[in-house]
């Protein structure tokens, strides 16, 4: 993939020449930006391609009718529309499973707060890896790890853009192996029975949705999807905050 030139604004931030994933932030496995990489079909996106150097080419597939769509808001930044159902799919790959530390982070703007907003979600009929929700009764970040596992810390009702961050640290003791972050600040994250490795499975991620058919779909905009094989320190999550700032 051939270098373009750095976009205005902040893009070039704290990882410098406008270009992501730095080399500077180990272990990036997979890397979803809305102004890069994308395969069009009339006015909906059909793939988004992972930008993440080496490794296994984790590309976004949206499902036909249920694409995210591909516009320009926020003064003119790209970014994925996640309204009316739409999910994106990824196969499983030895990049995506990591099962001692992970990193999964996203730019989001909620729509409203009636709905469960899912960001992430991998799963089989036994073994849930990650999934991370907006809930719609608390408006509370909810992550369940493995099924059993689950951390919660307060998003608010808030629908403006924000940074989030879920950091998985299986070698930390269990009230803190989950680190929830906003904007770049760790937020107060409760943990119960969050297990010491994440399910090594083999299931398809779904990027804004639980499921293929789109339930408790994510009614919003999404941007800078990304997954790291290892915990990122607090730095690096700033880091990714100040790569493309929605403000």
């Known amino acids: 993939m051939s270098r373009r030139p750095a976009a205005r604004g902040n893009r070039r931030g704290a990882l410098g020449g406008g270009f992501f994933?730095?080399?500077?932030?180990?272990?990036?496995?997979?890397f979803w930006d809305a102004s890069r990489g994308l395969v069009l079909a009339v006015?909906?996106?059909?793939?988004?391609?992972?930008?993440?150097?080496?490794?296994v080419a984790?590309?976004?597939?949206?499902?036909?009718?249920?694409?995210p769509q591909f516009i320009a808001n926020d003064g003119g930044w790209p970014c994925f529309d996640f309204q009316n159902s739409r999910?994106?799919?990824?196969?499983?790959s030895t990049d995506l499973s990591a099962t001692a530390g992970f990193t999964v982070a996203a730019w989001v703007q909620r729509n409203s707060t009636t709905t469960d907003d899912v960001i992430w979600s991998q799963y089989d009929a036994t073994?849930?890896?990650?999934?991370?929700?907006i809930e719609a009764t608390t408006n509370q970040l909810y992550v369940e790890i493995n099924n059993i596992g689950t951390a919660t810390?307060?998003?608010?009702?808030?629908?403006?853009w924000r940074h989030l961050a879920c950091v998985f640290d299986g070698s930390l003791a269990a009230a803190s192996r989950v680190q929830l972050y906003i904007d770049g600040v760790a937020v107060a994250t409760t943990c119960g029975s969050v297990p010491a490795a994440l399910a090594d499975t083999t299931s398809v991620l779904f990027v804004g949705a639980e499921s293929a058919a789109g339930s408790r779909a994510f009614d919003g905009k999404m941007d800078s999807v990304c997954a790291f094989s290892r915990a990122l320190t607090l730095a690096e999550v700033n880091a990714l905050k100040g790569y493309h700032p929605h403000a």
């Not at 073994?127 to 929700?133: E, N, S, T, V």
């Not at 810390?153 to 403006?160: E, I, K, V």
């Open 21 to 30: 994933p730095p080399t500077a932030i180990a272990g990036c496995v997979a």
């Open 43 to 55: 006015p909906n996106v059909t793939t988004a391609a992972d930008q993440a150097p080496g490794g």
């Open 58 to 67: 984790d590309t976004l597939t949206g499902q036909a009718g249920l694409e």
């Open 87 to 92: 999910v994106f799919t990824c196969p499983d």
């Open 127 to 133: 073994k849930q890896r990650i999934y991370w929700r």
């Open 153 to 160: 810390a307060a998003y608010g009702a808030g629908l403006g």
